[in-house]
């Protein structure tokens, strides 16, 4: 699990505060995505052995030295071997992810709450500052993350009146605890090209990557 937010100052640019990935595979989505936005992108390729996802545009509490708004960005990977623990804890974090964005325009809900409390302000400076010196610290973020987003209960899709059962208000089908994108949990499950986008304007597509929808919004 790798987590990337910057600094206060202006010197302390997005970074992740803990471990990197291997490589930013994200990048390959880029005319799908836009990662400084609220984002969820679940992707699974033919012949690979693991999943990836990518949840971002989740905005802190803190501010640049501008004044601007910071937003942390989650990367995921794991392997088939493991999926059905992965699938509860990735389906867990799109739930929020979703509702955070469904009851504020910014998307700021838990969490938010829980990765500004998992991460204040000094410590992020200090991990990106010199991430050389903060080994120790740099692991024992990740545990307490790993901890924190594992106790996370999905949040449900609460259909309203005259719904019919197993959809939503505009007839498409929703996944495990009423989850739109119902290809994440196939995408982590099966090695086989599923993936998944949720993002305004972006509807999710197979073939290990999102397919455009017929607007996008702006950046």
Do not use: K
């Amino acid at each position: 699990m790798h987590l990337r937010t910057r600094g206060t100052p202006r010197g302390l640019d997005y970074g992740f505060i803990n471990s990197a990935p291997g490589t930013r595979w994200w990048d390959a989505y880029s005319d799908w995505i836009a990662t400084e936005r609220p984002c969820l992108l679940a992707v699974a390729e033919d012949g690979q052995e693991h999943w990836r996802v990518l949840l971002s545009g989740i905005p802190s509490a803190r501010t640049d030295s501008g004044g601007r708004l910071i937003y942390y960005t989650l990367v995921l990977e794991g392997a088939y071997d493991t999926a059905e623990e992965n699938e509860a804890v990735v389906l867990s974090l799109a739930s929020h992810l979703l509702a955070d964005l469904a009851a504020d325009e910014q998307s700021r809900g838990e969490l938010s709450g829980l990765l500004d409390g998992l991460c204040p302000a000094e410590e992020v400076d200090a991990l990106l500052a010199a991430p050389a010196e903060h080994t120790a610290d740099r692991a024992a973020l990740t545990d307490r993350l790993l901890t924190a987003i594992t106790a996370l209960e999905p949040v449900r899709y609460e259909a309203p009146p005259g719904t019919p059962t197993g959809g939503s208000p505009d007839g498409r089908p929703r996944g495990r605890g009423g989850l739109p994108h119902p290809a994440v949990g196939p995408a982590l499950r099966h090695g086989t090209g599923a993936g998944a986008s949720a993002q305004p304007g972006l509807r999710g597509g197979g073939r290990g990557r999102p397919v455009p929808g017929t607007t996008r919004g702006p950046g």
